[in-house]
């Protein structure tokens, strides 16, 4: 797996990310740098080239032009026109998505131990015993037997989360997790990233809980037209940001959610 532990100043260094999709151009040279323990939260307008970033961080997506690198090491660039992604540095990172994703026809302990089996070559008692601890730790310990469709909407983001913790990630990315929930089930999957924050596991956030983003956040950045506008922690971009853009944007933001 890879590591790399040996660097101790960017975890993750984006420099220069194009990403059109026909002639609507999403991502227009954008850079950003993240450091070990960084807990990012990335907000903007809809179509603004957020989740489209995390696709992209995750090998989701290819890009047109710019490069990525991941603990000092080489991940994502462009070589004669094709992206070109180390498979390696892919398997560090760790993604959740808004929709869940899980396998409806697999129970969640099924879920949770496919891809260290079949990725990683790990032995299915091994990966039993881990996905039963994350489980429990998830609040999720009697579950681990029931299927997605028995699952309320917290219940089956908890175990997507856990499912990308099977893994070993160096990197979690969120993309919108709480956005399809009813509003009394965001409490319990907010309060599982909380946990991971405060062991440092490094996270990329897309959110429009300001809220939540001002709680999690050892940053946040404020994306618009497919650059960063506004980069900082989150008492200055969400209390007194300094753009005209970012202003206008959490304005509107917390006067809608008033």
């Not at 396998?103 to 879920?111: D, E, I, K, T």
């Not at 929930?181 to 062991?199: G, H, K, R, S």
């Not at 956040?217 to 753009?243: K, M, N, T, W, Y």
Request: glycine fraction near 10%; aromatic fraction near 6%; include cysteine.
């Amino acid at each position: 797996m890879f590591d790399g532990a040996k660097d101790q100043t960017a975890l993750v260094r984006m420099d220069g990310l194009h990403k059109s999709f026909g002639p609507v151009r999403v991502l227009q040279g954008l850079d950003i740098e993240m450091k070990r323990g960084d807990r990012v939260v990335v907000i903007g307008p809809s179509g603004g080239g957020k989740s489209t970033l995390l696709r992209v961080l995750m090998g989701l997506e290819n890009i047109n032009a710019g490069s990525i690198s991941f603990g000092g090491q080489p991940y994502i660039s462009v070589k004669d026109g094709k992206t070109v992604i180390d498979p390696k540095v892919r398997r560090s990172i760790g993604m959740v998505f808004q929709h869940y994703t899980l396998f409806p026809h697999l129970s969640v302990l099924q879920n949770l131990i496919l891809a260290p089996c079949k990725v990683n070559g790990e032995s299915a008692s091994g990966a039993k015993e881990r996905a039963r601890a994350l489980l429990t730790r998830f609040g999720l310990g009697a579950k681990a037997d029931a299927y997605p469709n028995q699952l309320s909407g917290g219940q089956k983001q908890r175990v997507a989360i856990a499912r990308a913790l099977m893994l070993d990630p160096k990197l979690m990315l969120f993309d919108e997790v709480t956005s399809a929930l009813d509003p009394e089930l965001v409490a319990e999957v907010e309060q599982v990233m909380l946990e991971l924050a405060a062991q440092d596991m490094p996270m990329v956030i897309v959110t429009h809980d300001m809220w939540f983003a001002r709680n999690i956040a050892s940053r946040v950045i404020f994306c618009a037209g497919g650059v960063v506008v506004e980069d900082g922690p989150p008492e200055q971009v969400l209390g007194s940001p300094i753009h005209e853009r970012t202003r206008e944007f959490i304005n509107r933001v917390f006067h809608i959610r008033t």
